[in-house]
């Protein structure tokens, strides 16, 4: 649910509803990619009280892998399906050689 909560509702329509707008297609994806990134450590950092932490190292690279795979199989199947994106287009928000990240 805290997933969920990170991807849709802050990154998404923060994005969509304030940072496209004002600040233009080239600035926004950079300032979304690290407004996220603030958001999902400062409630990871005020959740871990409440949540059992794992048990090993190997548990958090596993849990921390599995919030990538959602995040980016959300990112790509909501794009191409829900959006009608062409893959050509989600792939390219991911060259880093162009500064996208």
């Known amino acids: 649910m805290i997933w969920l ?3 849709v509702v802050l990154n998404g329509g923060l994005r969509q509803k304030v940072l496209i707008p004002r600040l233009g297609q ?3 994806h950079l300032l979304s990619a690290v407004i996220l990134s603030g958001v999902i450590l400062a409630a990871t950092w005020m959740a871990l009280p409440g949540l ?3 048990a090993s190292s190997r548990d958090a ?3 921390g ?3 990538l795979a959602l995040s980016l ?3 790509f199947l909501a794009g191409h399906y829900l959006l009608h994106t ?3 287009k989600l792939l390219d928000d991911y060259s880093i050689t162009r500064g996208r990240i």
């Open 26 to 28: 080239n600035i926004w």
């Open 73 to 75: 199989a959300f990112e």
């Open 5 to 7: 909560s990170f991807v």
């Open 61 to 63: 690279w596993l849990i």
């Open 86 to 88: 062409p893959w050509e």
């Open 52 to 54: 059992r932490p794992p």
């Open 65 to 67: 892998t599995l919030w």
